[in-house]
Nanobody
Framework: QVQLVESGGGLVQSGGSLRLSCAASGIVFSFYDMGWYRQAPGKQRELVALISSDGNTNYADSMKGRFTISRDNAKNTVYLQMNSLKFEDTAVYYC??????????????WGRGTQVTVSS
């Protein structure tokens, strides 16, 4: 059974920092591209950051320079370091694991999310 369990969310003041973790089980973690997404109330889920199986990273424009995604394959864990947090970063943050197959299709797994609240 695949599980992605996020942790590290909470309440932080504007300008503060948080580090999110996502622990994966039931998958061969090193084969998967990992990502963080977020969803604010009344808005669609949006990409925050991606890290490929070989360590390449991509960020949404509004997160560049503030957020850092990393992974530890030995611990089956992906991290999101968030600095200089803003009120508009308030959202539920979700962990995603995706593996694209050689043919069509993919394995795509989601965590349940962790709440990040930034007070202004």
């Amino acid at each position: 059974q695949v599980q992605l369990v996020e942790s590290g969310g909470g309440l932080v003041q504007s300008g503060g920092s948080l580090r999110l973790s996502c622990a994966a089980s039931g998958i061969v973690f090193s084969f998967y591209d990992m990502g963080w997404y977020r969803q604010a109330p009344g808005k669609q889920r949006e990409l925050v950051a991606l890290i490929s199986s070989d360590g390449n990273t991509n960020y949404a424009d509004s997160m560049k320079g503030r957020f850092t995604i990393s992974r530890d394959n030995a611990k089956n864990t992906v991290y999101l370091q968030m600095n200089s947090l803003k009120f508009e970063d308030t959202a539920v943050y979700y962990c995603n694991a995706v593996r694209y197959l050689l043919g069509p299709g993919k394995y795509d797994h989601w965590g349940r999310g962790t709440q990040v609240t930034v007070s202004s």
